[in-house]
């Protein structure tokens, strides 16, 4: 056939990929065990011509994909290679001839596998950006699916998924099946699974994007493994959650380097940094791939409204689960709220003595009044959310309890246990009724978690307006060797409090400082190639009297200091690290932490991409394992949130309007009693501003 | 029928409750609604004699536990009580003139339903003392043994439990049904499954008991809600773990006091304590229920030799799930070794290229020598235990493959993915062949996890020779208040070390001190009365001169100092907090964290029960969230594990030998490069000594 051209809608896009009008099968075969056999038995239950290219033809095989274009009678919008990796680059542009949109290749031996795969990558990746071919791999197991019977996977077992609402995209193809099957073992169909592999065209950013558009998806789930473009990956969250949740695995919280980078050809970027701004971004970051299927299924099936702080509330027939529900509830910081007295009123009234009345409802094996006891709980308005657990019983059957409870417009999940077989009953039964199940108390908890932080990730992205930069926007910052003085001056600039002081070069100016200054004074040499001042003797603390200046001075300029900084000490109070710097994935951004080695031994720090909002910046410390230390630990000062979230903006504003900065780090910023004070700031720019910039500054000098 | 006495074994012992020769239902009823006819029903199909009784009589039912006796043909050993609180005890009094043996109340209403049920439960527990009849419960669902069909639960699904090895033994009665039913969901019998309820006569630590005898039992899932007699279970939990392994979920990480105290009467205990100490006495401690079922199963069907540090191999057909499992593997501190060059190279005959074959193995699509492959991995020295993961596959059945593998005595565990049919099918294939499999990979992770944790459990047991008290049984320590010079002159007596001092009440002592102590001195405030000697303005550091050593002097005099204390500063390092206190539930435990508000906000103390073996306590920082502090870090000394250890030692020993003290605390206990050093000591007793003891104190000064 000739004159067929690409569809409009799928240039650039991933239609011809996922919603293809035909598919060829290069390097096709006969023989099952064969990767071209294999895929073409998958694709044979698709119910759109298929056609099956082998360049030695036999058994009804086209012998080139233009003459399988030609005798087809619809546009082969996909290819599936099954054809060695050094075979690949032509065979794309033998498919570009046919007017295919889009291309799936499975195998490896690219660039991950040395020697000559890195030339067979280089022109792979030419021949794709010369035709314009969408590409999805190498080096994946492919994807499926379900709802028209697209299964482009060797995996045998994907002609058991079935059509539902998940969509799973993961950095593996390995896993992508993996997590596939975990949904379909709990009843669970997906709308999409794509594995992405090299990723060496159609990358996770991508899928999302089509993703966002799809009608079938009602949620994502993301598994995480590298990150290329990370202001694109963020962007391509923060604009799929708006609309469907995002549930986020990121593996590599631990060193599993040399192993990672021969799979993905890459450098793991930061566990904790994609993490914080994949959360930034609006995804739900979950821990380990059951609490990725438990909390996708869930929120594809109900999501909260956008609220800042949801409560949750548990009706369970057993206590003992009830219990562990609860404390990890806790543990994934979910409120639980108080029952109001007028529903505690109503419980006592549906409920038998003897049974818990409050926050969880323990009530007891469930009797008939079971559905008005969660009704009276969903009436109840500190509740957003309701777990409902028990044990499975032939005269309750909970999901169809919950099904017939006048639920409020309050979400509910029921978490069910029980034999195998009266499990499986009840998730039929909850399937058919719209009921979100999960079994067991720790999925309970895990699926409650999720929904609420995914009402909260709502709620701030509503409430976040980035502002854009500041002040900080006008202020340039010299590329030089700082001195801490230069550096403070500019922290002056930026708004951020620091400690009063003067740059002396004799000894009357030192004294006149000292007599300027009220209260004792710090002595320190300054010299910005003097990076650990302390270890040199360059710092004499708790100057009072005149004869101690006299002494710091001397001994100071015995170890060749020209100029020294006399600074009023700070008050007692809390040491925090703020700072802003460049991540090599994602940019510029910000992040707190709390002073001494506390921060880096027990890695609790809080990160944020920037520009971003001030409420984003003024929730920030909150997601420190610390945070308690914050809010008057000990008699302690509590520190002024807003305040500490306008350093940080100032900090990051700083660095997006000057691009030559790497980073600002102030170490200390003391929290004391009446406010934040820099006692400490390093800047690092690895090169010099432009002229123009330089200009600018001496202008602001 | 008379004359039939208890079987003499069971004197004490459970053998009436779990191997009763008879059974009887009091409060039976032919209604399945009521308790006593859902009893009735979940018991008719044991193979033994089930006498009903029922005071109104009717229906075939016996009107007296007397007359059930007087008709059964075998001792009514096991009675299952089915009447209100208010009649237990004289039900349970009749009981015993029938020679019951045993008794089971599901029953609430007693003490934690307040109000009459106070002096229900204190009559009832009376009959229990009285009668000897060894009572479960009240206030649970009762128990199975799958195995004899014993199914004393009113809970319909248990019917569906079959026969097993693992045990479970759980705080609560509906977790003991939720943790056998996903036991049975996973194809896993249980062997008996106990919910202990209120435990007024029959506790875990009864349980644990009875099944380090039972033949049946490989492996027990252990909850806890509370603790009443900690040694005990220590004691139960080190004898039973030393010969079959214990697996514990300990409930509480947060805050649910009310309800907890609801469910259990009674308050929870420290959660941390309890999992350390659970774990030093030779329990798998885990995270979730989830993980709880998983290793329990795992560990029921094989376990490692003792060793200290077994090293993990990993066998994956997919690479995106296997850095999940390798991810994890090192978040549960488990070795990853390399493989021998040998082993490399046999993997380079077995594998195609492009495959990874290091550790883990990344076969990819498992092919026909994926036995021998696992079988290459076994023969390398390195590794203990081998995970073999992968997805389903028709033609390489995992657990067949793993089953013909050459193990060289090593264990293997599958980890498989796939649809629930291919899943169902590969679990009931590995079940026959006796192959270890679970389902994804954390559920492979936590199964290596386990079986690494009890092999360094079991070998740590087999170090621990516990010394008993050193030296320091000999100290006896005095009850009234401490002051700093003396508490620091108890630290030497136990050959802690501590800086050179002297106590002085006058100028020239102070001058005196200075001039015979080497470096800097601190000068502080001497007095018991005063806690926090620093906020009063009592330190005074870095006392060089005389001139300071006045001054100073006289500051302190000007506070009211009578007495002060010269002494060396040390130098800088680690600043540790290590102490040893009586635990209201598990007695003397000796503690040690990193100091700082960090041990605080980061709840990071590591406890160990005293007295213990050395090798446990140096041992102990290593389970520190912080320890890498300890290995020198940012250019910082090394900390003496050894001498450390000592310290711990000799501050255990001391609270053990002295009963009247309370706690004895050294924080900071300094480490730096040339050792620890005792900065400041804390002794509190809420009593004094007997007066022999401080006879003995005398003659000791």
Known sequence: MTDVGLRPRDRGGLGSLFEPRGVVVIGASTDPDKLGGAMAASLAGLGLPVALVNSRGGGGMFTSV???????????????????????????????????????????????????????????????????????????????????GLRASFVPGVAHLTAGSVAVVAASGGLNHALAFALQRQDVGVSLGVGIGAGIDVTAVDVLEHL????????????????????????????????????????????????????????????????????????????????????AATLAAVRLEPQSDPGAALVTGQAGPGLLVVDALHGGDVRVPDLSDKTRARLGELLPPMTYQANPVDTGRPGP?????????????????????????????????????????????????????EVSDGRRTARSLGVPLVVGPRALSTALVALVEDARLASARRDATIAGAHGAAGIVADGVGWTEAQAKDLLDDLGIPTPSRAVCTTSEEGQAALARIDGPVAVKISDASVAHKSDRGGVHLAVTTAHAMTTAVDALRSIGAVEFLVEAMAPAGIDLVVGARRDPVFGPVVLVGVGGVATEVYADVAIASVPTSLPRLTALPGQLAAHALLDGFRGGPTVDREALARVLEALGDLLVANPHLDEIEINPLRAHARGLVALDAVIVSSHQPDEMADEQRKTHE
């Open 212 to 295: 966002a558009e799809d009608d079938r998806t009602t949620a994502i789930a993301l598994h995480i493994e590298t990150v290329s473009d990370g202001p694109a990956l963020l962007a391509a969250v923060a604009k799929v959650s708006a609309t469907k949740p995002v549930v986020a695995l990121v593996v590599g919280e631990h060193d599993i380097g040399e192993f990672a980078r021969s799979h993905t050809g890459a450098l793991a970027t930061s566990w904790r940094s994609t993490r914080s701004l994949l959360r930034q971004a609006g995804a739900v970051v979950v821990d380990d791939e059951d609490a990725l299927v438990t909390a």
């Open 369 to 421: 009044a079971h559905a008005d006891v969660i009704g009276a709980v969903a009436a109840d308005a500190a509740i957003a959310v309701i777990g409902v657990y028990g044990l499975t019983e032939p005269v309750i059957d909970l999901p169809r309890v919950v099904a017939s409870a006048d639920l409020n417009g309050k979400a509910v999940v029921v978490g069910l246990d029980g034999p195998a077989e």
């Open 66 to 148: 233009r003459e399988a274009a030609d005798g087809s009678p619809v546009p082969l919008d996909l290819a599936v290679l099954c054809v060695p990796a050094a075979a690949c680059a032509a065979v794309l542009e033998e498919c570009a001839d046919a007017r295919v949109g889009a291309a799936l290749i499975c195998a490896g031996g690219f660039a991950e596998a040395g020697g000559d795969g890195v030339e067979h990558e280089r022109r792979l990746r030419e021949a794709a950006s010369s035709t314009g071919i969408r590409l999805l791999g190498p080096n994946t197991s492919g994807f499926f699916v379900p709802a028209s």
